[in-house]
């Protein structure tokens, strides 16, 4: 019987916004006991998780740079952070028409050429963004972190040139892959 694998695709931020979305969850660690969110890398997840074979992670690779060679780079936009009641707080990237049709054409892709059905949580729409907290804060510490967060301001923006598979290895997320937008263009 063939081993599954659990996978996701998103988009990484560059420098300096990696290592501040990266201190922050630390921050969150240290200040509001909340650690989950630091077994990935910051990210902005434009595919849900999924199982795959991990005999076949090849073919899967070879799709998504075929996917990623056609998608233009795109720009992605911070603005301050955000919540979701009762556990999670984030960094909100702005929801743009570019980073809207590139999650909906991975989307679509996944379903069509991979045969993945779960590409959103829960029916939900996109909400583009970084976690910096979420299941393991407890609903307190919830309160406490978003009164000292709703009003902090976080901007910025970059060019977000590659997607990125990660993979779930011993309870944590490793990026197995990154793809460069745009170079069949």
């Not at 991979?114 to 979420?134: E, Q, V």
């Not at 997607?163 to 990154?178: A, D, F, N, T």
Request: glycine share 4%.
């Amino acid at each position: 019987m063939a081993i599954k694998a659990r996978y996701f695709i998103a988009i990484i931020p560059p420098s300096p916004y990696f290592e501040q979305a990266s201190g922050l969850k630390n921050y969150f660690r240290d200040v509001y006991k909340s650690k989950a969110a630091l077994n990935s890398p910051p990210h902005i997840t434009l595919h849900m998780p999924f199982e795959w074979r991990s005999d076949r992670e090849e073919s899967l690779i070879e799709s998504l740079e075929k996917f990623s060679s056609i998608k233009k780079t795109i720009n992605v936009t911070f603005e301050n952070f955000n919540c979701f009641e009762p556990r999670v707080i984030f960094i909100q990237a702005v929801f743009s028409k570019e980073l809207n049709e590139l999650q909906r054409a991975l989307r679509q892709f996944c379903k069509m050429e991979l045969g993945l059905f779960n590409a959103d949580y829960k029916d939900l729409p996109f909400h583009p963004h970084i976690t910096l907290a979420y299941r393991d804060l407890k609903k307190l510490e919830f309160a406490k972190a978003w009164e000292e967060f709703k009003e902090k301001k976080f901007e910025g923006s970059f060019i977000a040139s590659h997607l990125c598979l990660l993979r779930h290895e011993e309870g944590k997320w490793i990026v197995r892959r990154e793809f460069v937008l745009g170079i069949g263009h």
